[in-house]
């Protein structure tokens, strides 16, 4: 396969003026692709041309707009097959899962389209006859979009499609490890004659250069990013000093609660499922597993039996569950954390290694690892593994464990599996996080709002109060 590898920059496709990067294949380290990266010019026409290009977007009948991205995401299932193929190569991702993740591409652009179908604006009334209150919602003007590497295609449309919606322009920039599914779709919407030259820009390279000269620039006018709580405070520090608006959804570290009457079938097969997604490089996989003390024998027997039993191998093969870690460098960050908790009187149960021989002579190959004997303050319980390592806990009375599950400094998504409505309802009530599943596991639906508390962000993205997030509000007073 041919890969893509040019930026789309003011209406262009083109190379970047930046270094040339490799674009690895994490299941046998092969070169896929040479990327230019976009240097500080680039960057500057991008946003040029996107301040130039959005006021005409914003008068644009909003049935227009949605009729744009419609018809965006029916080109996007017309490539279907494409990125999906592009996103196991790049990532490693299982070629199912991938095919998931570009259900969610298309989605994320459809579903944009119907929430600015149905918003509206709101009247309000003053104690004056003849005086009506507006409150309207305006475009930024530019956005700055940041994603991350673990859905690469996916995260384009959830960001781009809303801030689309709502009459801005952008210019995204996709990570540098994976940018050839943000590339491939940038030539998609280049091709379509749908928007406005310089509304769509997206580029690649560093956060540290071209992220950050994005955040920093003077003409955006919102800044959503995807990433790390690091990488989070960073941009946060980068937008103080103009007060820019903000919007980030950041690390995870879950707590999967299984309560004395829980579905034990259902919890270990969610468990499972939730923890191992993208060789669990997921911000709402399943980070640490709380079994009641009931169940934790049988819980822990038959997880460690599934675990297994998971099928890691070729992402392009059908039957596999897991592939590789998407880098060296990431793989060593999960090992790290795995040791430094063995270290500490942590009990491997199964896995915790690389892989190597038949198969893993070449990749990043992890062992799907199940940790029992933890306490909350070892590595693998209180840092974001983001890898397939699951360590397991036992706890004796809910107030005790919402208390741990608490006791982190993210704040994303939560897992509870019981079956007491009243269990339930505390859940929603005493976990503080911005998502809190009962008796399921994610990804979250479009129509819902992903948003985290603490550490893991600000704003939020998917559903009516995403597509809000990319409105200014204002305040008309009118007198007539």
């Keep these: 396969m041919t890969y893509l590898t040019d930026l789309l920059i003011a209406g ?15 299941a046998d380290e092969s070169v896929l692709a040479q990327v230019n990266d976009a240097d500080e010019q680039d960057v500057e026409e991008a946003v040029g041309a996107a301040s130039r290009a959005w006021r005409a977007w914003a008068r644009t009948p909003e049935p227009e707009r949605a009729a744009a991205l419609r018809r965006l995401a029916d080109l996007l299932a017309e490539h279907r097959e494409e990125l999906a193929e592009i996103l196991v190569a790049e990532v490693g991702k299982p070629v199912v899962e991938a095919e998931a993740e570009i259900g969610g591409t298309i989605g994320f652009t459809s ?13 309000r009334y003053t104690g004056n006859r003849n005086e009506e209150i507006w409150t309207r919602r305006r475009p930024y003007g530019v956005v700055a979009a940041i994603i991350p590497w673990n859905f690469p295609s996916a995260l ?9 919606a709502a009459g801005n322009a952008v210019v995204l920039k996709a990570d540098e490890k994976t940018p050839l599914s943000a590339l491939a779709i940038a030539r998609i919407v280049a091709g379509s004659d ?4 310089g509304l769509v820009n997206v580029l690649t390279g560093a956060g540290e250069s071209v992220g950050r000269a994005l955040v920093r620039s003077s003409a955006t006018d919102l800044v959503t990013m995807t990433g790390s709580s690091a990488a989070g405070k960073a941009i946060l520090a980068d937008a103080a000093d103009q007060v820019k608006p903000v919007s980030l959804e950041l690390g995870g570290k879950a707590p999967f609660i299984v309560m004395p009457d829980a579905d034990l079938d259902l919890a270990v097969r969610d468990a499972v499922a939730s923890r191992h997604m993208n060789c669990g490089q997921v911000c709402i996989a399943n980070e640490r597993t709380f079994v009641h003390e009931s169940l934790y024998q049988s819980f822990v027997e038959r997880y ?5 039993n998971l099928v890691v191998a070729d992402p392009r093969d059908r039957a596999t569950q897991i592939g590789p870690k998407v880098s060296g460098a990431e793989l060593d960050k999960t090992l790290d954390s795995l040791q430094r908790s063995v270290s500490a009187g942590a009990k491997v149960l199964v896995g915790g290694s690389r892989l190597g021989g038949h198969g893993y002579e070449k990749g990043h190959w992890f062992a799907p690892t199940v940790v029992g004997d933890v306490t909350d303050a070892m590595p693998v319980m209180s840092e974001e593994l983001f890898g397939p390592v699951t360590p397991v806990t036992v706890f004796d009375e809910w107030d005790e464990v919402a208390a741990r599950a608490n006791a982190t400094r993210y704040g994303l998504s939560a897992y509870v599996y019981t079956s007491d409505l009243s269990v339930a309802m505390a859940a929603s009530r ?3 996080f911005g998502e809190v599943y009962i008796n399921r596991i994610g990804p979250e639906e479009v129509n819902g709002f992903h948003a985290g508390f603490h550490e893991s962000g600000l704003g939020g993205d998917d559903g009516a109060h995403g597509l809000d997030g990319y409105f200014r509000k204002q305040t008309v007073y009118m007198r007539y």
């Design 12 to 26: 262009e496709l083109r190379p970047g003026r930046g270094g040339p990067r490799d674009v690895e294949n994490p």
């Design 111 to 123: 579903h944009a389209a119907s929430l600015l179908e149905t918003r509206t604006d709101e009247i």
């Design 156 to 164: 384009v449309t959830r960001k781009l499609a809303p801030a689309l």
């Design 194 to 197: 749908l928007f406005p030259p």
């Design 304 to 308: 460690v039996d599934a675990v297994s």
């Design 430 to 432: 005493d976990l503080s």
